[in-house]
């Protein structure tokens, strides 16, 4: 009986289709970057004498090692920690000229005199986990944006947003220049009634 040899696979094709999909996994693999915290750094100036700050226009909240929150020194949860910032910034203690006419809050002598002049100082330890650091700065600027958006409310009516709507369309790269034009005047007003004074000192050494 005569020997049949075996029919030959055309693999002539195998290195388009090896092409083909490495293009679609390239295309369609998404790889995940890590984002930093949004911060603007205040302009280089040369200040002979630095102002003074009361001691009681800083509000000071301190992650240590064992990421406990203190806030002016005392235990707070996290869950708290917006409230007690609001308080403080909302506060309108001052008098005169340090006077504040749209703040809402209990206007307390010992705590801030007015938006402008409050200042949240943030200290953490180099052994605090890095998810509670990011938890504590985002109820702050959370502290910051409710504020604004209460403001921008009030000033803007008509508009039907908040600020954090309106700077987020302002942000959008579809949104036209003349609606970006009016909103950064509003954006920028609102800016000023609660200016957004966050201080990180360098992270304290465990020994």
């Known amino acids: 009986m005569p020997k049949r040899s075996a029919p030959e696979v055309n693999a002539g094709s195998m290195a388009d289709i090896a092409f083909l999909l490495l293009i679609f996994f390239l295309v369609t693999t998404t790889i995940e970057t890590d984002s930093g915290i949004n911060r603007k750094l205040p302009p280089i100036e040369d200040v002979v004498d630095p102002p003074i700050i009361k001691e009681r226009n800083i509000f000071t909240v301190v992650v240590n090692k ?42 307390d002598p010992s705590s801030s005199d007015n938006p402008d002049k409050a200042i949240i100082s943030l200290k953490n330890d180099r052994e605090t986990e890095y998810q509670v650091y990011i938890a504590v700065q985002n109820e702050l600027v959370a502290a910051y944006n409710e504020l604004r958006d209460r403001e921008y409310l009030r000033l803007y009516p008509n508009d039907g ?22 909103l950064k005047e509003k954006l920028n007003t609102v800016k000023l009634l609660f200016p957004q004074k966050l201080s990180e000192a360098e992270p304290s050494k465990t020994n």
Do not use: H, W
């Open 161 to 182: 947003i908040t600020f954090t709507q309106a700077d987020k369309i302002y942000s959008d790269p579809r949104t036209s220049p003349s609606t970006k034009e009016a």
């Open 66 to 107: 064992n990421n406990d929150l203190l806030v002016e020194e005392k235990p707070m949860n996290i869950k708290d920690l917006r409230a007690a910032a609001i308080a403080f910034l909302d506060n309108g203690g001052g008098k005169g000229e340090e006077a504040c006419n749209f703040c809402q809050g209990e206007k």
